[in-house]
């Protein structure tokens, strides 16, 4: 089932995030429902706090992308309460970066250029990993949504200052996309 996206000014997506464990409710359908999401969405990636959910689980789907990098061919991961490890003094890389929850506002955002993760699988399959290249980047930006950290809270302050309008229009409720959305809720002004 594909879902609304929630977007920037939504108080879900800076809430803290649960560990999710075998007992948690309606996982497999929780994942499958973030899926559509995504691919209705035109999304590369999508982590549960973008659809409303306090979960750490994320959903990535690069293949897409590999006819420009066929070291993306096939790569689809669902990581449940990822944990990436970065070495502070490795290299980084300055890339544009966008995001569903913050439609229209793309922006030039450093990340590591290559990580360490470990996960979960659908299955609770544990499974760790040497990343490098885009696919870190992406791992990067979708597993910041469990930290409650959006890629525009890394972005120069300069660049910050540009998109400020842009970026309470939406916490307003003033969002122009294609796809169903869920806008921070809206709290009457006091009567005097």
């Known amino acids: 089932m594909v879902l609304p996206v929630y977007i920037y000014g939504h108080p879900v997506l800076r809430a803290p995030n649960r560990d999710v464990t075998p007992d948690f409710p309606n996982l497999a359908q929780t994942i499958q429902n973030m899926k559509d999401t995504m691919y209705a969405t035109d999304g590369i990636g999508i982590a549960a706090p973008q659809v409303g959910i306090n979960a750490r689980i994320v959903y990535i789907d690069v293949d897409q992308l590999s006819k420009d990098m066929p070291e993306l061919k096939d790569v689809r991961l669902t990581l449940i309460n990822p944990e990436i490890t970065v070495d502070e003094t490795g290299k980084t890389t300055t890339r544009e970066e966008g995001c569903l929850s913050i439609p229209g506002i793309h922006e030039n955002v450093d990340r590591y250029e290559k990580i360490h993760i470990e996960y979960l699988d659908e299955n609770f399959q544990p499974h760790q990993a040497d990343i490098e ?27 910050k200052q540009l998109v400020r309008a842009r970026l309470a229009n939406m916490a307003k409720g003033k969002v122009n996309c294609d796809y169903r959305v869920v806008t921070a809720p809206r709290h009457p002004k006091p009567k005097k």
């Open 133 to 159: 290249g885009f696919l870190a980047r992406v791992i990067q930006h979708e597993c910041d949504h469990l930290q409650q950290t959006l890629f525009v809270d890394r972005i120069s302050p300069i660049r």
